[in-house]
């Protein structure tokens, strides 16, 4: 089992900056995949960025120049810089842990960019 406690979520104005950080704890895997996703009520949850173990970063098209993942891996802690933040990228965004064949998610923090 893998325990994933997300925190850094909550209210910003357009333009502004939020950084997520996800800690993972108990069975962890030295090769793994953690990552950000996101939701919003309606749709599918999205990728919005990952990292693996070996620091191999992706991002969605609507992350690339504007939000970065980094990770720690003592402890795992994977984090998400989101800078000029949008009002489409209010949602909920949820923490993921891969590590063939199994994933974890965490509970969730939401995003909110209005003014």
């Known amino acids: 089992q893998v325990q994933l406690v997300e925190s850094g979520g909550g209210l910003v104005q357009p333009g502004g900056s939020l950084r997520l950080s996800c800690v993972a704890s108990g069975n962890i895997f030295s090769i793994n995949v953690m990552g950000w996703y996101r939701q919003v009520p309606g749709k599918q949850r999205e990728l919005v960025a990952s990292i693996t173990s070996g620091g191999r970063r992706d991002y969605a098209d609507s992350a690339k120049g504007r939000f970065t993942i980094s990770r720690d891996n003592a402890p795992n802690t994977v984090y998400l810089q989101m800078n000029s933040l949008k009002p489409e990228d209010t949602a909920v965004y949820y923490c993921?842990?891969?590590?063939?064949?199994?994933?974890?998610w965490g509970q969730g923090t939401q995003v909110t960019v209005s003014s």
């Open positions: 993921r842990y891969y590590h063939t064949p199994v994933t974890y």
